[in-house]
């Protein structure tokens, strides 16, 4: 019964900056820590960044730390990842989840997680 649905991904140049978006169904999450993890064909997925459910406390994987930036909207169920300085390293399938704590996000143990949407970064 509760469902991610992420947007926001598409082709840019190496440089350039994306926002995505995840939008919860109805007001489940409200409480929730939410993240993003990305995938790249071949590759394991990673994690990026979380969020506590009030927004207060943040989370960033190395490779993207002064680049990426993460939020939330408590009122609308929503999370951001607002993305600058792209690299083409940063081409994956980037996939929005929610769970009990910022650690279980973090480590990729979150009960939900939604379907991903493209980002590509050209040379």
């Known amino acids: 019964q509760v469902r991610l649905v992420e947007s926001g991904g598409g082709l840019v140049q190496a440089g350039g900056s994306l926002r995505l978006s995840c939008e919860a169904s109805?007001?489940?999450?409200?409480?929730?820590?939410m993240g993003w993890f990305r995938q790249a064909p071949g590759k394991e997925r990673e994690f990026v960044a979380a969020?506590?459910?009030?927004?207060?406390?943040?989370s960033y994987q190395d490779f993207v730390k002064g680049r990426f930036t993460i939020s939330r909207d408590i009122a609308e169920n929503t999370v951001s990842l607002r993305m600058k300085s792209l690299k083409p390293d940063d081409t994956a399938v980037y996939s929005c989840t929610a769970g009990d704590t910022l650690a279980a996000v973090a480590g990729g143990s979150s009960e939900y997680w939604g379907q991903g949407t493209q980002v590509t970064v050209s040379s």
């Open positions: 969020i506590s459910w009030s927004g207060g406390i943040t």
């Open positions: 109805g007001r489940t999450l409200i409480t929730y820590a």
